[in-house]
């Protein structure tokens, strides 16, 4: 499945943005779907990610109560709601996709292209 992100941008301290990713050449039907960050200079880390099954929703502590990663099969799209964005949030923000499998574990082969969110003070 080839992934492509969209909806990153600029924003204010406080302010949201919603990310979509679409898939294809194949359906998300039974794959577990996340998203990743990378900041500058610093490791990628995991956001969010859920089981094929959509359930087992998981966030990482840092964006847990501000972000909601919701899917749509139909669509083959992933969303990433991002609310009371905070300037330490700004990274290129990636979404993978592998048939079943832990989220939190999808090799990067596996990621899009990426997005940048940028938030500024």
């Known amino acids: 499945v080839q992934l492509v992100e969209s909806g990153g941008g600029l924003v204010q301290a406080g302010g949201s943005l919603r990310l979509s990713c679409e898939g294809s050449?194949?359906?998300?039907?039974?794959?577990?779907l996340a998203w990743f960050r990378q900041a500058p200079g610093k490791d990628s880390e995991f956001v969010t990610g859920?089981?094929?099954?959509?359930?087992?929703?998981d966030y990482a502590s840092s964006v847990k109560g501000r972000f909601t990663i919701s899917r749509d099969n139909a669509k083959n799209t992933v969303y990433l709601q991002m609310n009371s964005l905070k300037p330490e949030d700004t990274a290129v923000y990636y979404c993978a996709a592998k048939a079943l499998g832990d989220p939190r574990k999808i090799e990067r082969d596996y990621w899009g292209q990426g997005t940048q969110v940028t938030v500024s003070s």
């Open positions: 050449g194949g359906t998300f039907s039974f794959h577990a």
């Open positions: 859920m089981r094929w099954s959509g359930g087992n929703i």
